[in-house]
Structures are given as structure tokens and as C-alpha cells.
């Protein structure tokens, strides 16, 4: 497996995996993911999504079994060494038609901090900024789980071009890793484009097919968010008929 850390332009430490699935693996993902009954879709404003694996919650997530499809993939991350000793219990699919994006962000405090995101069905362009200030940085936060939408600071937007610092070019069937500061003090995001042209902040370029200055049209990208949930409720729920 080749795991390469990219420290040159970006603080510790981001890995870029080309190629994690082969094409047949993604196709599966996507069908199942597609196939997934509605009601595991939430429609956000810019994209929608779907929760596996239970709700964190800063009291703890009421853990839900993985399907077999989605802990397959669970257990390659997590034998990467990705979680420590522990495995991957969540996992969040985002589905971004083109011109959508994901507002710069933090994952917050309720997972292990390294993050690993599966990229299928198509690329997309991932810019990670410097901190905003203490003011403004609580509601660019993750602290209930992934339902909630990454909301704008007032008069922010004017200057994630200031704090942005690096590109990472995530290719179709591409894993990418992000732990230690970067995970827990720099955001990161997605702008709404409908297509990307590559420039010198992308810092895996030489681990991509693309070269800076090519233009890269958007299809529909889906990803996995793959993290590990470590305070997790003992409590089990029965569901069934007393008589
Ligand atoms: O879709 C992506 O690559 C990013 C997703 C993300 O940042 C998140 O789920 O917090």
C-alpha cells in the first residue's frame, strides 16, 4: 500500500491515497449507496447526505450495526492503522451535485482525531484554511453529529481567501487522510463549482493523472467519511412485543 504523507506545504499531516478501490469496487459503492431506502437521505441546502453507524452526541452516539458493504470498507481503513487500535463505527456518504460545496469547517470533538474520505463517481477539490477567530470559529463547528449544516460567520466569506493555504486534488477511488492539527485546528472545504481548474496550491499533483493549469469538469461526487466514534452508549435498545 502505498501511503505517502504530504508534508512539503501542509502542516502535519494529510495522506493521499490514488487508487485505494478499484473501479468495480466503486461502481458497487454507488449502486448501494443509491439503493439505500429514502428515508436515509437528508436533503441539506447543498447537498444531501446519510448517517451510518449512529448520531454522535457529545453525551455519546447510540451505536447502529453497519451494513456489511459499508464495514467492509470500515475495516481497509481502519487496518491502515488509520483509528490506533481502534475501527471505524461511522460513516457519513455526502452526495454533491456539481456546483455544490460544503462551507469551510472543523469535524469537532466527538470522533478520533483522524478523519479518511472516500471519493467516488467523480473528483472534487478540497481547501483547507487557517483558523477564523475565536469569535467566529464556534458555528463553523461540528458538535451534533453531521446533520448540522457548517453555517457562515458574518463578514467571514471575504476572507477564507486570506486563510486558504492548500489544495488537495481528491480523485475518484482516492482515499485521503487528515489528522493531528490538521484535523483539529484548520478548517476545510469545498467550493461550489461546477468545475475545478487545478493551480499550485494543490500540493498531491505529482500523485495525480491531472497537472496544474488542467480544468476538470464536476459529475455527481459522493463521499465517505470514515471516522471512528469513541464514546459510544452501552445502552442497547430491544424492540419487540412484551407479553
Ligand atoms: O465530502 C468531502 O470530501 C468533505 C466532507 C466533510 O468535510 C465532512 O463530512 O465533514
Redo the contacts with the bound molecule.
Keep these: 500500500m502505498d501511503i505517502c504523507p504530504l508534508l512539503l506545504q501542509v502542516p502535519p499531516t494529510v495522506y493521499y491515497i490514488p487508487d485505494f478501490i478499484t473501479e468495480a469496487e466503486e461502481s458497487y459503492l454507488l449502486h448501494r449507496i443509491e439503493s439505500s431506502p429514502k428515508p436515509k437521505w437528508t436533503q441539506l441546502s447543498n447537498r444531501r447526505l446519510q448517517n451510518w453507524g449512529g448520531l454522535p452526541h457529545p453525551k455519546g452516539m447510540l451505536s447502529e450495526k453497519l451494513p456489511p458493504w459499508l464495514d467492509q470498507i470500515c475495516a481497509r481503513v481502519s487496518d491502515l492503522g488509520a483509528f490506533g487500535d481502534k475501527r471505524a463505527n461511522h460513516v ?1 456518504v ?1 452526495e ?1 451535485q456539481p456546483g455544490q460545496g ?1 462551507m469551510p ?1 472543523e ?1 469537532g470533538p466527538l470522533y478520533y482525531p483522524t478523519v479518511s ?1 472516500l ?1 467516488v463517481g467523480s473528483h ?1 477539490v ?1 481547501k483547507f484554511y487557517h483558523p477564523v477567530s475565536e469569535k467566529t470559529s464556534p458555528s463553523t463547528t ?1 458538535t451534533m453529529g ?1 446533520h448540522a449544516e457548517p453555517t457562515q460567520p458574518v463578514g467571514a466569506e471575504s476572507s477564507f481567501d486570506s486563510r486558504h493555504f492548500a489544495s488537495m486534488l ?1 480523485e475518484r477511488r482516492s482515499l485521503f487522510l487528515m489528522r493531528d492539527e490538521m484535523y483539529t485546528k484548520y478548517l ?1 472545504g ?1 467550493d461550489e463549482l461546477r468545475s475545478d481548474t487545478l493551480d499550485k496550491n494543490i500540493v498531491n499533483i505529482d500523485r495525480c493523472r491531472s497537472n496544474i493549469g488542467n480544468t476538470l469538469e464536476r459529475g455527481v461526487r459522493v ?1 465517505l ?1 470514515i471516522r471512528h466514534v469513541p464514546n459510544v452508549l452501552k445502552t442497547k435498545i430491544f424492540v419487540g412485543l412484551r407479553r
Design positions: 457519513l455526502n454533491y460544503i469547517h469535524d474520505n471519493t472534487s478540497l461540528e453531521d481528491l476545510h469545498i463521499s467519511t
